[in-house]
C-alpha cells in the first residue's frame, strides 16, 4: 500500500509564497513522475507541475514562472514552491505519483494525496 501525504499549505496574502511538500510511504520499486494538481470550489482538478524521476518538469501556463517543482528521489518527496500567489491559485493542492509496484509490473499505478489547502487572500 502506498500512501502520499501533503503539507505545507495555509493562509498567504496575494504576492507572498508557499511551498507545498508530499511524500510518498510504503512498498514499491520506483516512482515514475509525481505532480502536483489543485481543485479551486465548484471547478475541476487541474494540472499544476509535473516532475519525472530524470528531473525533467513540465508547467501549466498558470504555473510557468511563478511555481517550481523539485524532488528529492532518496526521500520519495516532491516539493511546490509556489511564489507570486494570486486570489486564482486558492484551491486544494493534491499530490499525484505514477508509481511502479515491483519492478516486474507491466505499468504505473496512480496514486493521489488527499490535499492540502492554499488559500490566497487579496
Known amino acids: 500500500q502506498v500512501h502520499l501525504v501533503e503539507s505545507g499549505g495555509g493562509l498567504v496574502q496575494a504576492g507572498g509564497s508557499l511551498r507545498l511538500s508530499c511524500t510518498a510511504s510504503?512498498?514499491?520499486?520506483?516512482?515514475?513522475?509525481m505532480g502536483w494538481y489543485r481543485q479551486a470550489p465548484g471547478e475541476q482538478r487541474e494540472l499544476v507541475a509535473t516532475i519525472t524521476n530524470g528531473d525533467r518538469t513540465s508547467y501549466t501556463d498558470s504555473s510557468k514562472g511563478r511555481f517550481s517543482i523539485s524532488r528529492d528521489n532518496a526521500k520519495n518527496t516532491v516539493f511546490l514552491q509556489m511564489n507570486s500567489l494570486k486570489s486564482d491559485d486558492t484551491a486544494l493542492y493534491y499530490c499525484?505519483?505514477?508509481?511502479?509496484?515491483?519492478?516486474?509490473?507491466?505499468?504505473?499505478?496512480?496514486?493521489w494525496g488527499q490535499g492540502t489547502q492554499v488559500i490566497v487572500s487579496s
Open positions: 510504503g512498498t514499491f520499486f520506483r516512482i515514475i513522475t
Open positions: 499525484n505519483a505514477n508509481i511502479l509496484s515491483h519492478y516486474y509490473s507491466l505499468g504505473p499505478e496512480v496514486y
